[in-house]
């Protein structure tokens, strides 16, 4: 990324903490700050990226030099979080996130946006690093204006507020179409059927993967291991 590419993203963020100061909503300033965390933390990967290439050059024609970081410039990294379980109840459903040590930072660093299918955590500046939860393609709507979520010991826990009282039998689509697709494979294994249907489901297993949210991967997975050690215990007929 070139230097003037780094300054419109500067220029970015300083409209954006223009409009997070005159903001009224406390859910319009926390989407702001999670958007200004995370054009700060591209900014100051894009300038990483740019000193270390202008290192490199210099290297040729320059004894090595050791670094020396600026006062209050500190090199933060994003991370994607992928530890988690969940439960529901008749109203929420309860979404817990493991971060070692998210209660040594202030409250105003644990942002969750929320819509209607969807929610991202963004726990900014943690050890010097900025961590980030998403799920997409929730299974049902739920009500972004009561969702909520409470920073634990080495926990975030989310809650989402269901639309209706219905039980959840996935935490997304994509993990649903995903049981389908197993589903109807036993159902035609057990009909007998001749068609191998293994290659185009393997096809379909990719793309949920490769678009997936942690929890569908983590599906797949299990869902690909399973699949494995049947094809290695199965007997030759």
């Given at each position: 990324m070139?230097?003037?590419?780094?300054e419109?993203l500067?220029?970015?963020l300083?409209e954006?903490?223009?409009?997070?100061?005159?903001?009224?909503?406390?859910?319009?300033?926390?989407?702001?700050?999670?958007?200004?965390?995370?054009?700060?933390?591209?900014?100051?990967?894009?300038?990483?990226?740019?000193?270390?290439?202008?290192?490199?050059?210099?290297?040729v024609?320059?004894?090595?030099?050791?670094p020396?970081?600026a006062?209050?410039?500190?090199?933060?990294?994003?991370?994607?979080?992928?530890e988690?379980?969940?439960?529901?109840?008749?109203?929420?459903?309860k979404?817990?996130?493991?971060?070692n040590?998210?209660?040594?930072?202030?409250?105003?660093?644990?942002?969750?946006?929320?819509?209607?299918?969807?929610?991202?955590l963004?726990?900014?500046?943690?050890?010097?690093?900025?961590y980030?939860?998403?799920?997409?393609?929730?299974?049902?709507?739920?009500?972004?204006?009561?969702?909520?979520?409470?920073?634990?010991?080495?926990?975030?826990?989310?809650?989402?507020?269901?639309?209706?009282?219905?039980?959840?039998?996935?935490?997304?689509?994509?993990?649903?179409r995903?049981?389908?697709?197993?589903?109807?494979?036993?159902?035609?294994?057990?009909?007998?059927?001749?068609?191998?249907?293994?290659?185009?489901?393997?096809?379909?297993?990719?793309?949920?993967?490769?678009?997936g949210?942690?929890?569908?991967?983590?599906?797949?997975n299990?869902?690909?291991?399973?699949?494995?050690?049947?094809?290695?215990?199965?007997?030759?007929?």
């Open positions: 070139s230097r003037e590419a780094i419109n500067t220029q970015d300083e954006m903490r223009k409009l997070a100061g005159t903001a009224q909503r406390s859910r319009v300033q926390q989407m702001l700050a999670i958007d200004i965390r995370k054009l700060e933390t591209d900014i100051q990967r894009q300038r990483d990226l740019m000193a270390a290439q202008a290192s490199s050059e210099q290297s024609t320059r004894p090595a030099q050791t020396v970081s006062p209050g410039d500190i090199r933060r990294y994003q991370v994607e979080l992928k988690y379980a969940w439960d529901q109840s008749d109203k929420f459903i979404i817990f996130v493991t971060v040590g998210v209660q040594q930072v202030p409250e105003d660093n644990v942002n969750v946006e929320f819509t209607e299918n969807s929610f991202q963004v726990i900014s500046d943690l050890n010097n690093k900025d980030i939860f998403v799920v997409n393609n929730l299974l049902n709507p739920i009500d972004s204006e009561k969702s909520y979520r409470r920073v634990k010991s080495d926990m975030v826990a989310i809650y989402l507020a269901k639309q209706s009282t219905t039980k959840w039998a996935h935490l997304t689509l994509t993990a649903k995903l049981q389908d697709l197993k589903d109807e494979r036993l159902s035609d294994g057990k009909k007998g059927a001749s068609d191998d249907p293994s290659s185009g489901l393997m096809n379909i297993m990719q793309q949920l993967y490769d678009s949210d942690p929890e569908t991967k983590r599906m797949i299990k869902a690909w291991h399973e699949s494995q050690n049947k094809q290695k215990t199965a007997p030759l007929e």
